[in-house]
């Protein structure tokens, strides 16, 4: 079973930087695509970013697009969300989630294929 450990989160001011990790506890990380998600107060959870296997698919949510890059470390086995020009609309519990896939396979932003969850970690970003 997936196991999926965010870290990095934190209250920011608008135009900070800020960068989410997730571990993932798999033994082949590089058959696991992998996807931020974040769910503002009284929102339900949307698609930020997602990374294939073996990093060469990548998407974003248009919100975020030439704002956030994410990225994967294989020995690691760990995804990273770096996030500049942060927003008060940013403001959200960002979820880290993925699924098993072969690694050159395009990533996909549909929420249900994701299928391993982390707990969240907090972003709050102040005007």
């Known amino acids: 079973q997936v196991q999926l450990v965010e870290s990095g989160g934190g209250s920011v001011q608008a135009g900070d930087s800020l960068t989410l990790s997730c571990s993932a506890s798999v033994r082949t990380f590089s058959w696991y695509a992998m996807g931020w998600f974040r769910q503002a107060a009284g929102k339900e959870r949307e698609f930020v970013a997602a990374?294939?296997?073996?990093?060469?698919?990548?998407s974003y949510a248009d919100s975020v697009k030439g704002r956030f890059t994410i990225s994967r470390d294989g020995p690691k086995s760990t995804v990273y969300l770096q996030m500049n020009t942060l927003k008060p609309e940013d403001t959200a519990i960002y979820y880290c989630a993925s699924y098993f896939k072969q690694p050159t396979a395009v990533v996909t932003t549909n929420r249900k294929q994701y299928d391993a969850w982390g707990q969240g970690t907090q972003v709050f970003v102040s005007s």
């Open positions: 990374i294939n296997g073996d990093g060469g698919s990548t």
